[in-house]
Structures are given as structure tokens and as C-alpha cells.
């Protein structure tokens, strides 16, 4: 059967989500196993200027909610560098 088929989603494609999560480990101080994280995602962006605009949303939402460098630490890694 053919159906019909889908247009190609517009590029860059950028998703984000706030789920509930579980943790499948020990709990300990200040890490509890229920939590919500904040998902972020840009597909269709060759090198590092999706990874940019992501570390500007986090930050501006950082500095919207009253929070500043002396209440949020932000660590970037890179897969690519820890498979060299």
C-alpha cells in the first residue's frame, strides 16, 4: 500500500523537553533518583554553533530565574575529544 508521503521536516530541526526522570542507583545526599531534566537538542547544524545557542538558552534562562555564575556551574564535554 502506498501512503502519502510525509514533506522532510524544516533543517535546523530544534526540539527541547522537561520529563520526569528516574535515577537506577543509590540515592545520596542532594541526588535523589525521581528528578526532571531539561532536554535540548538542534539536528541539522553542522559544527559547533548549535552547541553554542544551546549554552545561550541555558544561560539566559540561568540569568531570567535570578541565578547567576555564583549559583549555576556549567561543565562542557566532548564525546569526539574523549574517543581521540
Request: aromatic residues 10%.
Amino acid at each position: 500500500g502506498g501512503g502519502a508521503r510525509r514533506p522532510p521536516l524544516p533543517m535546523p530541526l530544534k526540539w527541547y523537553s522537561i520529563p520526569q526522570c528516574w535515577r537506577y542507583e543509590r540515592m545520596t545526599r542532594g541526588r535523589r533518583r525521581e528528578h526532571y531534566q531539561w532536554n535540548m537538542d538542534v539536528w541539522g547544524v553542522a559544527g559547533a554553533e548549535a552547541e553554542a545557542e544551546l549554552l545561550g538558552a541555558a544561560t539566559t534562562f540561568f540569568r531570567r530565574v535570578g541565578l547567576g555564575a555564583e549559583d549555576v556551574g556549567i561543565k562542557v564535554n566532548s564525546r569526539q575529544v574523549l574517543a581521540e
